[in-house]
Antibody, heavy 121, light 111 residues
Framework: EVQLLESGGGLVQPGGSLRLSCKVSGFTFNNYAMTWVRQAPGKGLEWVSA????????YYADSVKGRFTISRDNSKNTLYLQMNSLRAEDTAVYYC??????????????WGQGSLVTVSS | QSVLTQPPSVSGAPGQRVTISCTGS?????????VHWYQQLPGTAPKLLIY???NRPSGVPDRFSGSKSGTSASLAITGLQAEDEADYYCQSYDSSLSGSVFGGGTKLTVL
């Protein structure tokens, strides 16, 4: 059974940092790209970032480029999102999701339960 | 303003057929990139409904179908059921942005 479990969310002040983790099981982790998608309260889905299966290529939405860093540790079956210089508009539920392919972002067939990040003073 | 445009809402009576459109541009759908569809029930994570324009993952009823033409795609739901009431999102890849993009979402109401 495929499982994705996010952790690391919480309340942070504007300008602060937070690191999200996504521990996965039930599939061969390094064979698939992984992605982060966020959803602000009452809003739609926003793709944030992706990393290829081997971790060699990364992709970012313009809204987070230069502030967020995606990475993965294939030996630990874990995906990360390092979020720096956080802003109020980064407040959202962050989902990690498994891609159907190994390369650039394609489609996302399994999702975690989500981790709430609140940026507020 | 989302890169992919969806109607904010659609509605239909039980048993009816509804369609949800997703309009893109020459850098995403029109460039030949596949379109995928997700269903999000209230308070839950999104679920993949259609991938590669027309394909259903196992377990998705054949009441759900997808199509693509030019710079647009559509999701059709036949035999509407109360449990289909949810938000639906289209998604694709955009070469100008070098990343994935979602539509703004469509709320389906079953009357």
């Amino acid at each position: 059974e495929v499982q994705l479990l996010e952790s690391g969310g919480g309340l942070v002040q504007p300008g602060g940092s937070l690191r999200l983790s996504c521990k996965v099981s039930g599939f061969t982790f390094n064979n698939y790209a992984m992605t982060w998608v966020r959803q602000a309260p009452g809003k739609g889905l926003e793709w944030v970032s992706a990393v290829t299966g081997g971790g060699y290529s990364t992709y970012y939405a313009d809204s987070v480029k230069g502030r967020f860093t995606i990475s993965r540790d294939n030996s630990k079956n874990t995906l990360y999102l390092q979020m720096n210089s956080l802003r109020a508009e980064d407040t959202a539920v962050y989902y990690c999701a498994k891609d159907r392919r190994e390369g650039r972002p394609y489609s996302f067939d399994y999702w975690g339960q989500g981790s709430l990040v609140t940026v507020s003073s | 303003q989302s890169v992919l445009t969806q109607p904010p809402s659609v509605s239909g009576a039980p048993g009816q057929r509804v369609t949800i459109s997703c309009t893109g541009s020459s850098s995403n759908i029109g460039a030949g990139y596949d379109v995928h569809w997700y269903q999000q029930l209230p308070g839950t994570a999104p679920k993949l409904l259609i991938y590669g324009n027309i394909n259903r993952p196992s377990g998705v009823p054949d009441r759900f179908s997808g199509s693509k033409s030019g710079t647009s795609a559509s999701l059709a739901i036949t035999g509407l059921q109360a449990e289909d009431e949810a938000d639906y999102y289209c998604q694709s890849y955009d070469s100008s942005l070098s990343g994935s993009v979602f539509g703004g979402g469509t709320k389906l109401t079953v009357l």
